[in-house]
């Protein structure tokens, strides 16, 4: 948990650690309210500050432990060693201690300040947004108050409230600049990243991606071209595709939709056409239901019908997402039924968004699958194959109206050829 400590005080040598510690620690005076302290007591509390923020956790531990037996029920002790099981990971503990301290003193801002850290790092917003709000109640100046109840309520998903408490920051001194900046993580964040508006009413997408083949045949190009309209809730989406596959060509159209259902749920609406002898299917259907539950939880269902010139394919989806801080995880499984138990795939997708919004991040995929064919005719006979792939991409906005993406996925086929795969695109805004 060292991550978290920059939240709290900036690595330093030993003596200059000792220093700060002093000379930042909260309300001293408070120690003259509990058990008289030892002589040397506020410098030995800023020595075992100084080892937990220089990855000596178990030796500031017992220092403190020490120190509660001198001074039963001190509250900074109590803060102070709150604050080192919480970058321990250590929650329960953690929470014990500060609670102990806000329930003593109500009035102490630091602690309702460590108490809302430690519900934001174990992953309960909403609880991190009650402590902050209490800090903001006793500090109701404070710049840095108001962003870390805006940053709670945006991990919770009161997006209404984020952006309450960072123009309350504004208002109180923060710089516009880093407003903006806070106000822009608030877009949303879905399972396709490439629908998000920016605050736009209009965006365009053109990609292109070329795959090679091992043993060699003639590589794949494919492109594709989208004008998305965005609206206040939801979007649609006019999507060109072209393929250049086994020395042929072929065009389809699409209209790709996402629109609002209930409460923290979503649906992903598409119908696509194609020429009934080319590459594409010659219909296409899609339906996909996203629900938020839980703290940061999304479940997924989706049914997809593909026509031919032969009879249709269904298939039959599910998945889990996690959004987790500037993190999003998601598991899907698809089915289509068929000989044998028909097919059954698995994947995985790990999207980190390093800057923090809802547009540049760094994405890994992972998939497996099996299928069963019939491949003897009157015999019957059926075989049995199996496929893998992974795939990495990078999307980057230099600025908020346009962006790029890279890719590339390697893959084994399920007719005996290797992958091997590099696409790019790039976003427009207006």
Request: aromatic fraction near 10%; hydrophobic fraction near 40%.
């Amino acid at each position: 948990m060292t991550l978290h400590r920059t939240y709290c005080m900036t690595r330093l040598p030993r003596p200059l650690a000792l220093a700060a510690a002093i000379a930042l620690f909260p309300a001293l005076p408070a120690l003259a309210q509990e058990a008289t302290p030892q002589p040397g007591f506020v410098e030995q509390l800023a020595e075992a500050r100084a080892l937990a923020t220089s990855d000596r956790e178990p030796e500031a531990l017992a220092r403190y432990d020490a120190m509660l037996q001198a001074s039963p029920g001190n509250s900074d002790v109590l803060l102070a060693r709150g604050r080192t099981y919480a970058w321990m990971a250590r929650w329960p503990e953690a929470e014990a201690d500060l609670r102990a301290v806000t329930a003593a003193k109500p009035g102490y801002a630091d602690a309702w300040s460590a108490l809302g850290d430690m519900y934001l790092w174990s992953d309960r917003p909403a609880q991190a947004a009650d402590a902050y709000a209490r800090r903001v109640a006793l500090q109701p100046d404070s710049a840095e108050a108001q962003v870390a109840l805006g940053r709670a309520l945006r991990s919770a998903g009161d997006l209404a409230g984020a952006r309450a408490s960072f123009e309350a920051a504004g208002a109180r001194g923060l710089p516009a600049q880093e407003v903006a900046d806070l106000v822009a993580t608030l877009q949303p964040r879905t399972a396709n990243p490439d629908v998000n508006a920016g605050g736009y009413r209009w965006s365009l997408r053109l990609g292109a991606e070329h795959t090679a083949f091992d043993p060699g045949r003639d590589p794949w190009n494919d492109a594709s071209l989208t004008l998305r309209r965005h609206f206040t809730r939801g979007s649609l989406g006019l999507e060109l595709l072209h393929a250049d596959r086994f020395g042929s060509r072929d065009t389809a159209w699409a209209l790709d939709a996402y629109a609002p259902l209930w409460s923290r749920a979503y649906a992903n609406l598409r119908y696509q056409q194609g020429d009934p002898d080319g590459l594409f299917a010659r219909r296409a259907w899609r339906v996909e239901v996203f629900q938020g539950v839980g703290s940061g939880w999304e479940l997924s269902g989706s049914y997809d019908r593909l026509e031919f010139g032969g009879p249709g394919v269904d298939m039959y989806g599910a998945g889990i997402g996690r959004y987790l801080g500037n993190w999003y995880l998601r598991y899907r499984a698809l089915h289509v039924p068929g000989i044998g138990g028909g097919s059954l795939s698995h994947r995985g997708v790990a999207r980190w968004y390093y800057a923090g919004n809802a547009d540049d991040y760094l994405e890994a995929s992972a998939g497996t699958g099996r299928s069963v064919d019939e491949v003897g005719g009157a015999t019957g006979e059926t075989i049995r194959r199996s496929s893998a792939s992974a795939g990495v991409a990078w999307v980057r906005f230099p600025d908020p109206r346009w962006g790029f993406k890279l890719g590339a996925n390697v893959a084994n086929n399920v007719d005996g050829f290797d992958e091997r795969a590099v696409s790019a695109a790039l976003y427009l805004r207006w």
